[in-house]
Every structure is written in structure tokens, then in C-alpha cells.
């Protein structure tokens, strides 16, 4: 593949299916999933819940391994999770009984600590807090935070290793959505500066139109697959409020409402 | 025996709880007249308004436990009243007395203060305990770790748990040749079981979050044990240590009433051939206080080394 190639299809999903054994049978949960994710680009997975989409987040993360088909990152088979595709969790999953420093530490002395000593560790460690606003709160455990907090160390954490590609499980999900609409400003912010290629999953339309370039919205589970994929041409920097009377951004804001809720509405569990 | 310790912690919080009222009390004390100084004599009013409810409260938290006792006390005069050979409470005070007035005298090897008694007691319950950690709490690391160890380990282990650890004194007897080993020894077994079965299952719980983290971040089987495992398993652990330190100290009296030698459980024996009633009832007292300290010294460890 040439250096084009590669930025193009930075991360490369190509006929992925994905069965899990369970107590019942196997169960399957992706089919034929095909996806090229350019280098640089914020894409967005959304869907309704139980289809699969933190499944394909997984896959590229390498937590779980498809049963079929294949996963590249820059032109490598991802067979395991590495620190080139950090992960933030949507519950933050920050150890308690470290502080926020040694639980930004731990991924940055991980990834870097071959390299370098101590003190420059400690230096990005710190500077990965400052980044994400949380220089005053270095010293805290996490139950001694708030949950928007606690979202920010975990990305710290993950931007820490200075991934290729950025991971989000439903980052925000668990949030109040004022804490959830700043976080986004400063994500989108973050994203700019740091030109990482992301993947977000997500089930808040609004998320995932003002942060994505583009949508893959996913059909309902089982054997769930990319329905559609929605350019979200918007110029950048955005701002949420002038979007709101933005009437491109209440277009595709509509397009997708109307493929979860028309074309695959899910029943009411 | 859990239930034992379980209402032990519980009386240990209430008291803890009265404590921190006690101690609370005074500031508020001072506090609310600030907001409320409507007249001179309000804070004093208040102040000893406060006094009485902590006056109250310790003595809502002292009498309950006063009249056990009391109960306890009158219930024993009554039978030894009524029991030949019995001694009372009174009687059995004065001995203690006498008996506590000179712990760690030495008249020769076997004729040693009670002092001596409890120390080698306490000796022998630490050795085997200690041992009984260093083997128990890798192993139950290992057997949480690995669903192969565990699945190998757990016919072992549902056999020999609920064996007697008093059952593995003639073994240790033949294998060491000596007393003392041996009675270390059936500490040691009545030890290793909570230990390696508390343990492993901390180790089994550890939530796929954070094991999810350490794969992500890829971080080395050693970072994994002290950062993620070692963190989360303390108070299981400590729960461990706590059972296996209570369970220790029940059974070496058993075992030293069997093996002999210098300690608390075979004093009890000694006194019962002197027929020093008075001292058995002391001993029963010695080990319960005993028992009781240990387990408060563990509990506070195990604070110490909680996350939370």
C-alpha cells in the first residue's frame, strides 16, 4: 500500500462478522461490516441500543477478535489491543484507589516509559491534566471527583499515550447534559489540536452531528450492519449555538432521526 | 464463626459511632450560637442542652452492654452458688488478681508465669499464621487468576476444608517428630483455607473494567498484579486474614491441650489436673479478650489498607 493508501484507509474494517457463542447457541451479533475510516476523521457510530456498535468498538480496540473478516490500523492487523488506539470507557473505569495523576501515569509510563525518565513522564502526565482542565485536581482519587471529572481523566488518560486512533465507548453517555455539552466543546476542541483520528459510539443524535465528519448508522441487531453512512459536511471550528439555527445541521440532524425512527425504529423492548 | 466476628465489628462500630457523637457534640456546640445569639443566656442554654444529649447518648450506648454483663455475672454467681466446685465471679476476681499480680515469673521450665502462657500462645498462632499467608495468598492469587489452577484446586480444597484442623496433628506429629512443630502446623491448615479461598475469590471479582484497562494499556503481568489485583483484593484479603486469625486462636488452645509444652491452652489442662477451677475460668476470659484484640488490631489494618 502506498503512504496514500494507508492515510485513506487508516482504519480498515473489511467483511467483519461477529458470533458469540452464549448459553443458548451462538449468537450473531455483526454481519458483513465494512468500513474505511481516513486518517484524521471523526466518525460516529449510532444505533439503537443491543446492535452491536460498542462491539465494533471493541473489535477495533482489539478486545475482542471477529470471527470473521478482517481489522487493519495504518496497514496492520489488529490481532490485540495496543496503546496506538487508546480507549476511553463510558463509565471512565479509572482505578479507585489511584489518584488521577497515577491513573494517567500508569498509561504514559506504559507507552513511554522506555523511553524516557521519570521526570519527563511525570511532565506529560501533567500535561495530558492541563489539557483536559483538571491541573488543580491531579492529587484526588477518583470517587473524590465528579463524574465529569472523573470523564476527563479518562480521557487525559487516553490522549496521554498519544494514540493514532481514539476510542470512545459512549463517553458522555453517563453524564447530565450540561456537563455532557461542555465536555463535547473541549472534545471537539481537544480533536482539532491534536489531528487524532477518532471513533465515537454514541446514541445522542446531537453528539454525534456536531462532532462527526461522517455517521455510520447501524441497523438493528441481530446480525446488525452499516445501513447508512451520513456525510456531515458542517465547517469547522462549529459552534454549537449558531448550528442550532444552522439549517444544514437541522437537515442531517433530521436524516438521522429518520433512519433510527422510521426506517429502523426499534420496538419498544 | 463468621457470625461471631460479625457481631464483633458490629458492637466495634457502635462504640466507634458514640465516640465520634461524643466528640462531635462540642463543636456543634459552638457553632450554632453564632447563628442563634438572640440572647445572652441562649448559648449557655444551648451548651448545656448539648452536654445533656451527649450525657445521654453515652449513656445510651454504656448501659445496654453494663447489663449484660451485670445479667451475665448474676447468672454465673447464681449456678456456682448452686454447683459444687464452682467458683463465682468473686472468688475467680481475687485469683485473677493474684494470679496478675506476677505474669512472668519463671520457677522453671514448666512452672512460668501466665504471661509466658499467652506469649508462646501468640507465638506459635503468629508462626503458623504467617506461614499459612505466605502460602495462602499466592496461591489463591494464582487460583483466582487462572480458571485452569482453580478448577484443579477446587476438589483439594472442598475435601480438605472442612476437616478438623485438630484431624492433622497426628501427620504433623509423625512428619516434624516434635510437639511444637506440630501444633504450628494445625495452625498453619486452620490458616490457609480462608486465606487461599478469600483471595481467590477477590481475584475472581476483579471487574472486566479494569481488567479491560490493563489490556488497553497493555501493561505487564507485574503492573497488573500491584496496580490492578493487589489494590482491589486487600479487603478480601484482609477478610481472609481476619477469619484465619480467629479460627487460629480457637483452635490453639485444642491443639495445645493435645501437644503440651508452655502456652494457654495447655495451662488449662495443667489446671484442670490441679483441679484450679478459678484459673480455667480465668484462661476462658484470657482467650476471649485475647481473640477479641487480635481481631480489632486486624480490623484496623485492614482500614489502613482499604482504598475506600
Known sequence: MTTNAIQDRYVLIENVNMTFQTKKGSFQALKDINLNIHEGEFISIIGHSGCGKSTVLNLIAGLLQPSEGYLFCAGREISKPGPERAVVFQNHSLLPWLTCFENVYLAVERVFGDKEGASQLAERTRAALELVGLSHAMEKRPNEISGGMKQRV???????????????????GALDALTRAGLQDELMAIMARSGCTAVMVTHDVDEAVLLSDRIVMMTNGPAATIGEILEVDLPRP???????????YTHLRSEVLKFLYERHAKKAA | MSVVSFSKEKIMQTSEEAVKLVSAQPVVAVVTPLSTTATAAAPLLQKRGAWAATAKRAFEWLLPPVIGLMIFAAIWATVAALTQGLPGPVKTWQSAVELFSDPFYINNPNDMGIGWNILNSLKRVATGFGLAAIVGIPMGFVIG?????????????SLLKPVSPLAWLPIGLLVFKAANPAAIWVIFITAVWPMIINTAVGVSKVPQDYMNVAKVLNLSEWKVVTKILLPYVMPYMMTGVRLSIGAAWLVIVAAEMLTGGLGIGFWVWDEWNNLNVEHIIIAIFIVGIVGLLLEQLLVLIAKRYSYE
Open chain 1, 154 to 172: 479518562g480521557i487525559a488518560r487516553a490522549l496521554a499515550m498519544e494514540p493514532k486512533v481514539l476510542l470512545l465507548d459512549e463517553p458522555f
Open chain 2, 145 to 157: 487468576r487462572y480458571t485452569f489452577m482453580s478448577r484443579m484446586a477446587a476438589p483439594i480444597i
Open chain 1, 238 to 248: 462549529r459552534k454549537r449555538l449558531e448550528l442550532v439555527e444552522d439549517p444544514a
